[in-house]
């Protein structure tokens, strides 16, 4: 039985300084997936570079400190390592880092959030679209696809707090659930919503300027899919919102 964390720590070395990350490496997940890493290899401590029985992996922006970026902590060694789509403006952003191993290939993503700037917004709807034709073209070299990651975007009403209130935010947005919509009709599957198609309340991400996680005002903007043919190897899927440390909380997806 193999387990995968993905987490957006929201800057690793803000969860390492609060004993979190310790927390969920404690667990012993086969893998950890972090997102927003926001710290380059240089600014790492020991303990964070080379965790003790993992092997890691980084995915760093090359044109911003302090921001984004990507990492795998691997129990068993991968086959391969690689961290570009192969897009020069998506690449550089450190967004991606994706493990092959032996019964399946893992992406890691911390997909773009879109807010500020139109250009963010545009930005953020060509990273999907780039995003979808990636996998489509990897999916049929290697049909054992698990991806995850803050995907940045709330898809049903039932997968936020406020539905109402937040249709023209970011992260709720027609055109960003459109392409949700499109991800799942390519036969990709929201591993959460294919075990709980109605569990409500079930969030992943809070706002910490309004204390939002005490009240349960959350989003669900985290998430594991999976090819179909890998969808027969998943035995659960639980979301771990009793680790705090990040304005979101682990996911954790088991495989049989």
């Not at 086959?79 to 403006?89: A, N, P, T, W, Y």
């Not at 709980?196 to 309340?201: C, F, G, Q, R, T």
């Not at 204390?211 to 998430?223: C, S």
């Amino acid at each position: 039985m193999k387990t995968i964390i993905s987490w957006n720590v929201n800057g690793l070395r803000a969860v390492h300084r609060k004993g979190n990350i310790e927390q969920v490496l404690h667990m012993k997940p086969d893998i950890l997936c972090i997102q927003e890493t926001k710290s380059l290899p240089e600014q790492l401590p020991a303990e964070l570079k080379d965790p003790d029985g993992y092997h890691s992996y980084f995915h760093f922006p090359t044109q911003k400190k302090g921001y984004s970026g990507v990492a795998i902590y691997s129990r068993e060694k991968p086959l391969k390592v690689s961290r570009d789509m192969g897009i020069e403006q998506f690449d550089q952003e450190g967004r991606l880092i994706m493990a092959e191993y032996k019964d399946f290939t893992l992406i890691n993503t911390y997909f773009p959030n879109g807010g500020g700037a139109p250009e963010r917004l545009r930005y953020k709807l060509d990273f999907y679209d780039y995003f979808l034709e990636f996998i489509n073209k990897l999916h049929k070299k290697h049909p054992n696809i698990i991806f995850c990651g803050d995907v940045n975007v709330a898809h049903k009403p039932i997968d936020l707090a406020r539905p109402k209130e937040n249709e023209t935010h970011v992260g709720f947005l027609p055109i960003e659930r459109a392409w949700m919509d499109k991800l799942i009709s390519n036969r990709w599957i929201d591993i959460f919503r294919h075990f709980y198609p109605n569990l409500a309340n079930a969030y992943t991400y809070w706002d910490m300027k309004t204390f939002a996680r005490e009240r349960n005002v959350g989003w669900r903007i985290d998430y594991f899919f999976t090819s179909p043919e890998m969808l027969g190897k998943i035995k659960s899927i639980e979301i771990l919102d009793n680790i705090l440390g990040s304005d979101h909380c682990p996911i954790k997806l088991t495989l049989k």
